[in-house]
């Protein structure tokens, strides 16, 4: 009888946790900011708040009808800003954030559904501002992140994301070492980034 009772309370308390985690990555409980707030830019492409992490709100598409994207998703920030900055639509216009990266290609290989070139990470090309960073996905987050370099040192990268969760900053650094003549970002979820050349 107890281990029915206990395999009871044990189903009970991984529902509760599942469905919290659910909430929080859906909903808003940031209160000091309002879903589609502008919270940062970079070179006039603006940031904006998106709430729990899998909110979503609807399908950007340019006048044009290119597809940015899921609103204030993270894909659709990198995109809009690749657009906007670059005048840059990529061939394939949709796939998740892990998916802009091609772990079939080699260092410095042209990504064909992006049309960039991708670089690995670590990579023989130290990242430079405006690549574009793509992580790899997580238990709690399976679709992965992009964000954009924003500013590179000799031994740090700032990047500029949006979508990173409600709590969390549009701005982040990692450090950035050269080592036997390759470039490591660290952070082990940064699978690599890709450029526009």
């Keep these: 009888m107890k281990l029915k009772r206990r395999t009871y309370i044990l189903i009970g308390v991984l529902i509760f ?3 919290g985690i659910w909430a929080f990555k859906k909903f808003n409980f940031n209160t000091e900011h309002t879903i589609g707030q ?7 492409v603006r940031v904006y708040y998106n709430g729990g992490v899998n ?10 009808n290119y ?5 204030y998703q993270c894909v659709e920030f990198v995109k809009r800003y690749y657009y906007e900055h670059f005048n840059h639509k990529m061939p394939d216009s949709y796939g ?8 079939d ?17 670590p990579s023989v090309s130290k990242p430079k501002a405006d690549d574009l960073l793509i992580y790899s996905g997580t238990i709690f987050n399976r679709f992965g992140h992009v964000a954009i370099v924003s500013n590179v040192t000799d ?21 950035l070492i050269e080592k036997e ?11 690599g980034w890709l450029r526009k050349e």
């Excluded at 502008?38 to 006039?44: I, Q, W």
């Excluded at 031994?155 to 450090?175: A, C, H, L, W």
């Design 17 to 19: 946790l599942f469905s």
């Design 38 to 44: 502008p919270l940062d830019s970079l070179n006039g």
């Design 55 to 64: 909110n979503v709100t609807d399908r950007n598409l340019t006048t044009d």
């Design 67 to 71: 597809n940015l994207g899921l609103k």
């Design 96 to 103: 998740h954030a892990k998916d802009f990266f091609n772990a």
């Design 105 to 121: 290609l080699k260092d410095g290989q042209r990504n064909e559904k992006r049309d960039l070139v991708q670089y690995t990470n």
């Design 155 to 175: 031994n740090e990268i700032e990047i500029i994301q949006q979508n990173p969760g409600p709590f969390s900053k549009s701005r982040e650094v990692f450090s």
């Design 181 to 191: 003549g390759k470039w490591i970002i660290g952070n082990d979820r940064i699978l």
